[in-house]
C-alpha cells in the first residue's frame, strides 16, 4: 500500500505552503490589475501624478508576480 510512503507531517505542509503561495501570488496579479487600471482611469481623467503612482504600484505587482512565478519554476525543476 502506499500510504506509508507519505508522511502526515509533509502533506501538512504542502498543503499550507500551497493556500499561502496561492493567496500571494493572487494578491500580487489583483495588485497589478488594478493598479493598471486606476493608472488608465487617472490618465484619461487628466490627474498625471495618481497615473504615474498607480502605474508604479503595477509595475512593482508585476515584478513581485514574475518573482513568485521564477521561484516556483525553479522549485519544481530542481532535483532535491
Known amino acids: 500500500m502506499w500510504l506509508g510512503?507519505?508522511?502526515a507531517g509533509d502533506i501538512l505542509e504542502v498543503?499550507?505552503?500551497?493556500?499561502v503561495a496561492g493567496v500571494?501570488?493572487?494578491i500580487a496579479f489583483s495588485l497589478v490589475v488594478l493598479g493598471s487600471a486606476r493608472s488608465a482611469e487617472a490618465r484619461r481623467s487628466g490627474n498625471g501624478r495618481a497615473a504615474v503612482v498607480y502605474g508604479g504600484l503595477a509595475?512593482?505587482?508585476m515584478l513581485g508576480f514574475l518573482?513568485?512565478?521564477v521561484a516556483g519554476l525553479q522549485i519544481m525543476l530542481?532535483?532535491?
Open 78 to 80: 530542481s532535483k532535491d
Open 15 to 19: 498543503i499550507w505552503v500551497s493556500i
Open 24 to 26: 500571494l501570488v493572487t
Open 59 to 61: 509595475a512593482l505587482a
Open 5 to 7: 510512503v507519505v508522511k
Open 67 to 69: 518573482a513568485f512565478v
